[in-house]
């Protein structure tokens, strides 16, 4: 079981800002590693930029599972993990996060704040602690306060699209992914591969 | 792994040039593989090439030439059988489940261990037979081989039956190794909950230990498995103090799996894969107390008109140096197996009433705590299993 990534936005009006980031490709080969990050940060703003405020979901994308929370204050936090990685953990981790960075960083930043900018180094530590769900949290199997039951589940990437949207157009016009990691999107799409998102 | 990525690429080429080597050095070995120095070595660059620029290489096609290759060169002594290990290994980085790398590696292992005179097993004291240091070695690499590819992808059938028969044809289904390798996976194990090749291989160890130890201490059973006359005498005490000693363990054992289990589908709800796992861990606990209640009784074919432990397709019925996967009957058996199994155990004995008892509690516990529906699904399957078990 894994975490892959491990970040911070903020779900502003029109789109959602990366604030900070933390990721664990060293499962992927090496020439796939920059194109697997580039993935990620794409699909952790979207996901965010299609989820309401004050809701968590976790939507399946293949062999991964994306958790997200977005708080009622625009706070989000997306944790991109394995279909093995408990998803109780998955929202510990992204509640304890949330909660340290909004301690740490003022809010005036959130709205024009950018990995380079914002003072955090807290992400780092917490994906690399919680690769194994037992000695981060050892508590797991109490689980008090969350309700599972309000937790939407989204099958594909897909269902979070609007009717008549299409992800390929979504990966095109993106300015996160590269002219290398598009053409891999092309690429793994005509082949049908286990990887057409990452 | 950016510095490796480099290490990879420069041994292979080393490696390469020894073959192209060794191809200029036998013409006649050329020949007879219409294979040309320049092609191959191309071929092999080709390879590398891809390899580095990390795209999916179509090898198939030329696979099977440039194994068969690999093979005449180690015939005839000019490649050394460890390289080309090292290189199959270098390979199963980049695609851990191919299915000829494997059947090759198997053929390697086996020329490696008829071609010498030294002997692959040793007595040592009241150990009685164990690999030789030699053997040991080679299982211990091949073990780290499997492991690394069953990383690389999930439930790579190929790396766990592979490992599978490294444990019956190099190891004779040793009964330190298999305790080793058993607390060895256990951490593996737990961090992937849905590998149900890797649960597979734990399942594998357990009716591998349990058919060794239900004789009554007489080793006879356990040298049928190794192709080496045994020395060990039945009445020796050393050898029957050791089989003792597994004997008592192996409730213990038994108990620990499930104990694992239980922790596991508590941490991991929804996961058909521990589910399915603890079906055969709770089936070998019956099968062991409902033949042996406390104490070890010699298995006669009178006790259990139903089959002998060779029903559970544990052993294979003898040494084969095929290439012929044995481990695949096994797994056949287990997938097929539910309906067998059940028709055994309804001929035998009715299993430990309070064992039953224990586990539909488990039943009951996780069903009244859990908000996963996967999990209610298992819990309510698992249950419905263990009543027809006691029809």
């Known amino acids: 079981m894994r975490l892959y990534s491990l970040s911070v936005l903020y779900k502003g009006d029109a789109k959602a800002v990366l604030l900070k980031a933390a990721y664990d490709v060293s499962s992927f080969s090496f020439f796939q590693r920059s194109s697997v990050q580039e993935f990620m940060t794409f699909t952790s703003q979207l996901i965010v930029e299609r989820s309401s405020k004050g809701s968590r979901a976790s939507v399946k994308e293949q062999e991964y599972l994306c958790h997200v929370y977005v708080r009622n204050d625009s706070l989000a936090g997306v944790v991109i993990a394995d279909n093995e990685y408990p998803s109780r953990v998955a929202f510990t981790l992204l509640e304890k996060v949330l909660d340290e960075f909004s301690r740490q960083v003022d809010r005036i930043d959130w709205p024009v704040g950018s990995p380079d900018t914002i003072q955090y180094a807290g992400l780092d530590g917490h994906l690399s602690r919680y690769q194994n769900p037992r000695e981060a949290d050892p508590m797991t199997k109490v689980q008090a306060e969350l309700d599972e039951t309000k937790i939407i589940l989204h099958n594909t990437m897909e269902s979070l699209l609007e009717r008549g949207e299409k992800l390929d157009d979504l990966v095109s016009k993106s300015e996160v992914l590269g002219i290398q990691s598009k053409a891999f999107y092309k690429t793994a799409r005509k082949q049908n591969s286990c990887c057409a998102i990452m | ?391």
Not at chain 2, 35 to 56: I, N
Not at chain 2, 87 to 96: D, E, I, R, V
């Open chain 2, 1 to 391: 792994m950016a510095e490796t990525s480099e290490e990879v690429a420069v041994l292979v080429q080393r490696v390469v040039k020894d073959i192209t080597n060794a191809f200029r050095r036998n013409p006649h070995i050329t020949d007879r593989c219409h294979m040309h120095p320049a092609t191959s070595k191309s071929r092999l660059y080709h390879c590398v090439e891809r390899e580095r620029c990390s795209r999916v290489c179509k090898m198939r096609k030329n696979q099977q030439r440039r194994l068969l290759g690999r093979k005449e060169l180690i015939l005839s002594g000019t490649l050394n059988p460890i390289k080309d290990l090292y290189l199959g290994k270098l390979a199963l980085t980049k695609f851990p489940k191919s299915p000829e790398t494997w059947i090759h590696r198997r053929w390697v292992l086996q020329q490696l261990i008829q071609e010498t005179s030294l002997p692959s097993f040793v007595t040592k004291g009241s150990l009685g037979i164990i690999p030789a240091e030699r053997t040991q070695q080679l299982i211990r690499e091949e073990m780290e081989v499997c492991g690394e590819a069953a990383g690389r992808y999930p439930s790579n059938y190929n790396a766990w039956s592979h490992r599978i028969w490294v444990l019956q044809h190099l190891a004779k289904l040793d009964v330190k190794i298999l305790l080793d390798e058993l607390s060895s996976t256990k951490h593996w194990a737990s961090l992937h909950v849905s590998d149900h090749s890797g649960f597979h291989y734990r399942q594998f160890l357990l009716k591998s230990l349990v058919s060794q130890t239900v004789t009554d201490g007489s080793i006879l059973e356990q040298n049928t498995l190794r192709s080496e006359p045994a020395i060990v005498l039945p009445k020796d005490e050393e050898a029957v103090a050791s089989a003792e000693e597994s004997r008592i363990n192996l409730p213990h054992l038994l108990e620990e799996e499930v104990e694992f289990s239980t922790d596991l589908i508590d941490s991991y709800p929804g996961h058909e894969t521990l589910w399915c796992h603890r079906r055969h861990v709770f089936y070998l606990q019956h099968h062991l107390n409902g033949r042996f209640p406390h104490s070890v009784v010699q298995l006669s074919p009178a006790d259990s008109p139903g089959g002998t432990l060779s029903d559970l397709h544990l052993i294979p019925a003898g040494p084969h140096t095929s290439q012929a996967m044995e481990v695949d009957g096994l797994s056949d058996s287990s997938k097929q197996g539910y309906s067998q199994e059940t028709k055994r155990l309804k001929r035998t004995p009715a299993p430990d009433s309070l064992g039953l008892e224990m586990e539909h509690r488990f039943i009951d516990q996780v069903l009244s705590t859990c908000r996963n529906m996967e999990q209610a699904r298992f819990a309510n399957a698992y249950r419905k299993w263990l009543v027809t078990l006691s029809q």
